[in-house]
């Protein structure tokens, strides 16, 4: 029983954070870079368009439940299943979401990136 | 990519494997939380080692942030995974753990991961200020 909740909380830290990074990306792309708009405007112009954006809080939201979700994990589960498995997993999703919603160009170099860090991971773990 | 840039990316790293560690350990010690008493989980940050993995995660966070404004998200990942590099060679040199040969061939890909993705451009979607600047056209000064 322990080990369905175990994979449940995976799979809801997977697709939330996923989720989550697309949107925070994006808006992070909306407010532009944060170095240059600092130059122009300051930095409390900057925590004004970023706290300001929706795409950042509705991001905010989806990153607070795969932390949630891992807390749950983690006091079922040992870290070093827990950590890799959602880790890469997350890994791979990000690279597929980020092709659809983010439009960026996910080359074979990204790709490679991404399976190989993905497989690294479990290694560590195993 | 300016030396400045590879910091906050350092940043996103450290701080991100550095929390995760602490968290971990003040959740042992908090122990299992049962399905029925879901709320409990709120009280989990009162455990001085979550407290502090939580300060530090939110560091992660404002560098995550920093990185995204100017980093494609696939190119911020993987280029942050160093996180898990480091944290075996912390458990080996530091907390004198035994490093397998499976988690030296894990170092290895990662090492690998990163090395294919930051060959490549850091920036390859459309930004909002290529959007709706009318000028886009007018060169850009890099920093």
């Avoid at chain 1, 130059?39 to 905010?60: C, D, Q, S, T």
């Avoid at chain 2, 990163?114 to 600047?133: E, I, K, Y």
Wanted: proline content about 3%; some cysteine.
């Amino acid at each position: 029983m322990r080990h369905l909740y175990t994979w449940g909380a995976i799979t809801i830290i997977v697709l939330a954070s996923t989720t989550g990074d697309v949107l925070l990306s994006r808006a992070m792309k909306q407010v532009g870079d944060v170095g240059r708009v600092r130059r122009e405007a300051g930095w409390i112009a900057v925590v004004f368009r970023v706290l300001r954006n929706p795409n950042f809080l509705l991001g905010l939201l989806a990153m607070a439940s795969a932390f949630f979700s891992l807390l749950f994990a983690l006091s079922w589960a040992d870290v070093s299943l827990v950590a890799p498995a959602s880790a890469s997993l997350t890994f791979v999703a990000n690279a597929v979401a980020a092709k659809i919603f983010l439009h960026e160009r996910v080359d074979h170099l990204r790709w490679m990136a991404a399976l190989l860090v993905a497989a690294g991971v479990v290694l560590l773990a195993a | 990519m300016t030396f400045r840039k590879y910091l906050v990316l350092a940043g996103v790293a450290i701080l991100a494997s550095a929390g995760d560690s602490l968290l971990s350990r003040g959740m042992k010690q908090v122990g299992a939380i049962s399905l029925h008493h879901l709320s409990s989980v709120i009280l989990a940050i009162l455990n001085p080692w979550v407290a502090l993995g939580i300060l530090l995660l939110l560091g992660f966070f404002a560098s995550y942030m920093m990185a995204l404004s100017w980093a494609d998200l696939t190119y911020v990942l993987p280029a942050t995974s160093v996180g898990y590099v480091l944290l075996a060679l912390i458990a080996k040199f530091l907390l004198h753990e035994d490093v397998t040969l499976t988690r030296w061939l894990g170092i290895l890909l990662i090492s690998a991961g990163v090395g294919f993705v930051t060959r490549g451009p850091a920036l390859t979607s459309p930004t909002a200020s290529d959007n709706c600047m009318p000028d886009a056209a007018a060169p850009r000064v890099q920093s």
